[in-house]
Nanobody, 112 residues
Framework: QVQLVESGGGWVQPGGSLRLSCAAS?????MGWYRQAPGKQRESVAAITPEGSWKFSGYLEDRFIITRDNAKNTVHLQMNDLKPEDTAVYFC?????????WGQGTQVTVSS
């Protein structure tokens, strides 16, 4: 069973930045992030393969950067110019075919 440990969430004012990290307990394939805002469905944020190919949902790539360190089985999400609508619980996921593993989630709150 793959365990995912997330870190880096918190509160930030609009326009600020946060960096989320997620460490997997063993080597995995694609890693990434989803988020779920209050009263909304979970939505995809970004994903990155072991080779470094990444994909973002919508226009988030204008403000977010996803990277990974394969040696440490870790994925990072650098979030810049945060907006109140980015407020959500952010969930890390990792694919180890045929299974997908999920982290517990980390809260990101953007408010003044």
């Amino acid at each position: 069973q793959v365990q995912l440990v997330e870190s880096g969430g918190g509160w930030v004012q609009p326009g600020g930045s946060l960096r989320l990290s997620c460490a997997a307990s063993e080597s995995v394939a694609t890693m990434g992030w989803y988020r779920q805002a209050p009263g909304k469905q979970r939505e995809s944020v970004a994903a990155i393969t072991p080779e470094g190919s990444w994909k973002f949902s919508g226009y988030l790539e204008d403000r977010f950067i996803i990277t990974r360190d394969n040696a440490k089985n870790t994925v990072h999400l650098q979030m810049n110019d945060l907006k109140p609508e980015d407020t959500a619980v952010y969930f890390c996921f990792a694919i180890q075919p045929p299974k997908t593993w999920w982290g517990q989630g980390t809260q990101v709150t953007v408010s003044s």
